[in-house]
């Protein structure tokens, strides 16, 4: 099963839950794909790791073949090429690698070269394997790096554990795509709800089916509970606000290893998570 966990926020909790879910299901694979500012390591802290570059092909134009007809340009919806003086050029941040200004061009004057755009790192904590997605500093999308993690570390025989990007952008899209089931970790507060509201669109189009986490509880939110019971959500668990799983977190510490009650919370929410997964 692919386990999608995702957060309409930063800082909601979302690497919280999919570290200690991982690591609670024993033989499992994690993936980073939050691959702008991946820190499940620095809770997994992973061993014998190997690394691959991840490349994107940018399209290069040879001036002695182009025949200025611009069909590239008109061609190129992303906006990545221009015409300048005799020939196009290609602004490499925004373009998507799709390949079609190659195939559209009449006088074969584009080829592509490689660029890479980050790295992903393999790694191993006890059973679990930890997959990281590192985008390159200044890199616009962070879609090859998030294909090319997926791509690593998703296995059929074993439990996969996406750690989505916040927001509901294109990278949670990319993340969410193969997922069996998404958890969607909101906190009881005006801003979590709202941030949660628009992410719950996300998993709704894509017919995806999911279930809450409650993060940081510290009290009923009447508004949270509402709408779950107005949409017939299941509220999968809840964890409390504590300062003792604060603690465990400020010192890269495994929560559900660490503590004995968190660890009941993580078996607890994971047997939710299948049983939910599988009506």
Not at 160 to 177: A, I, K, M, N, W
Not at 184 to 198: D, I, R, S
Not at 218 to 227: K, N, S, V
Request: charge should be negative.
């Amino acid at each position: 099963m692919i386990l999608a966990v995702l957060s309409g926020k930063g800082g909601a909790g979302k690497t919280f839950v999919s570290v200690n879910l991982a690591v609670t299901a024993g033989r499992a694979t994690y993936i980073d794909c939050d691959v702008e500012e991946p820190n499940g390591r620095l809770f997994l802290k992973p061993k014998d790791i190997k690394e691959k570059p991840v490349s994107s092909r940018i399209p290069e134009f040879d001036p002695e073949k182009c025949s200025e007809c611009r069909k590239c340009v008109d061609f190129c919806q992303f906006n990545a090429l221009v015409y300048v003086g005799d020939r196009p050029v290609v602004f490499p941040e925004v373009c998507h690698s799709c390949g079609g200004c190659a195939i559209v061009c009449p006088s074969g004057a584009v080829k592509e070269t490689e660029r890479q755009v980050g790295t992903v790192e393999t790694g191993w904590r006890g059973d679990v394997r930890v997959v990281t997605g590192i985008l390159n500093p200044g890199e616009a999308s962070a879609v090859p790096v998030i294909k090319s993690a997926l791509k690593t570390g998703c296995a059929a025989e074993e439990l996969t554990v996406l750690d989505c990007p916040p927001g509901s952008g294109c990278s949670v899209l990319e993340s969410v795509s193969s997922a069996d089931y998404c958890i969607l970790v909101v906190e009881p507060t005006a801003f979590g709800l709202h941030n949660f509201q628009m992410v719950a669109e996300l998993v709704w189009l894509m017919k995806k089916p999911w279930g809450v986490v409650i993060n940081r509880e510290d009290g009923a939110y009447p508004p949270l509970e509402e709408f779950c019971t107005q949409n017939a959500i299941p509220i999968l668990g809840r964890i409390p606000y504590s300062k003792k799983l604060a603690g465990l977190c400020a010192a890269g510490q495994i929560a559900c290893t660490s503590d004995e009650e968190t660890g009941h919370l993580f078996a607890r929410l994971l047997y939710a998570v299948r049983e939910e997964a599988e009506t």
